[in-house]
Structures are given as structure tokens and as C-alpha cells.
């Protein structure tokens, strides 16, 4: 009798062990195949729902941005809606602006001398409001080459992933601004977008054979031969 009770409870001990490795099997260590999982549609929808979430941030911040430079922001408030790399890019033709001679300007795209020249200009004629941010406000003001491009007829919001860009009206699928997506707000990019903007008047140069020197006084006489005297490679050298 005492024998026959320890095979039931052995048999028992046998039958519980196995339920309970049933169950353990069958929690986390399932066949993944037979896991439900989002159809293609699905995930595409998910896709298209966030790219439009993206789009509308966007477009968002643009017109936070041309409100700013419109209503004389802080430089902090700025550069917080622009990349970390323009923020470099900004200081650092800042310092070109006060210490590059005219071989120094040769090393420099179109875009970066016209900026030099133009800082340079606002100095020599104390055009600048304040001691601090000059080229950030040279660049964003109404005289900055930003401002210009703001005031065109622009095209719709293009976004792809974490890129997002803007073109004329006229031809939207050719970017003119360079937006990136930052974790999670969008920035402009300036030192891209640039570029872009002064590529209609670099052909000029191509057409003539000119440096970007050359070029570049020629545009801000262009600009400015009848409010400002000595518009000439005198704004080659550092005017301090």
C-alpha cells in the first residue's frame, strides 16, 4: 500500500512538471512565424501618417522662422532653429570675415566671399545694430541673402526621412532650402541651403570666367554702387 501511494505521487510530480514546462514553453519562446505581424499596407500607412506629421512640423517651422527674423528675435531663439553645424559655419566666417586677406578668399565658395565682403561693408559703414552676432544678423537680415529667397513664391514642403527641403513654385521638385530632422524638431540648414540660393548668380562667373572675388564685388556694386562709395578690392583685405 505504502508503495502503491509513492508511484501516484511520483506519476503526479511527472504530470506537473510537464504542464508546467508546457506553459513555460509556450509564453516567450514561441515561434516568431507564428506571431501576427502588420501587412505591407499597414506599415506603409504608418509611413505615409508620419511623413505628413514630419511635413506639417515643417511648414511649421518655417513660418516660425521667417516670423523671427521679422520680428528682431533673440540670436539664441535663431541658432535653436538651425543645426548645430550651422551655428559653426556662422562663427567661423565670422572670424574670416575679420582676418582673411585675398588669398585667404580664394579658398572660399561664392557664397562665403559675398558674406565676407558684405560684413566687411557693414563695418567700415556702422551699419551693424549691435557689437554681437554680426554676421548671423548679416545674413538674416533684410540685406542678407536669406531674406531675399523668403520673399519668392515658394513651392510645397518636400519631405524624405530625415531631409526636408523647399523649391520655387515654379519648379518645387528642385530644393532650395535644406531642412534636417533633428531627434525630433526640424533645423535649417544654412551652409547647404546657400549654395542653392546664389546658384543662378554663380553662373555668371562661369559665363565671364571670374573668381568668386571678382564676382562677388561685382554683385554687392551691383547692390549697392548708389548708397556706398569704394565698393572695390579694398574689402579684399581685413578692414581692421
Known sequence: MHALKNTILCALSVAALLVFASC???????????????????KDAKHKEREQDKK???????????????TNVSADTLLAMMTDSTEYWIDSLELHARTYTAENLDTCQFYEVY???LYRLYEREHLFVGPDDKMLYLL???SGMLDRLTNLKLGPMEVKNDRG???????????IMIFEWDDSVW??????????ITKGI???????????????????????????????DSL???IY
Open 202 to 232: 554663380e553662373s555668371i562667373a562661369v559665363k565671364k570666367s571670374w573668381s568668386s572675388k571678382k564676382l562677388a564685388l561685382y554683385w554687392l556694386d551691383k547692390e549697392y554702387h548708389l548708397k556706398y562709395s569704394r565698393l572695390d
Open 165 to 175: 527641403s523647399v523649391g520655387l513654385a515654379s519648379s518645387p521638385k528642385v530644393p
Open 187 to 196: 533645423k535649417l540648414d544654412l551652409p547647404q541651403t546657400l549654395p542653392l
Open 140 to 142: 538674416l537680415s533684410k
Open 115 to 117: 558674406a565676407i565682403l
Open 56 to 70: 506639417a512640423m515643417l511648414e511649421q517651422l518655417f513660418v516660425d522662422f521667417q516670423n523671427a527674423i521679422r
Open 24 to 42: 513555460a514553453g509556450s509564453s516567450g519562446n514561441a515561434d516568431p512565424a507564428a506571431q501576427p505581424s502588420e501587412s505591407a499596407s499597414v
Open 236 to 238: 579684399y583685405e581685413p
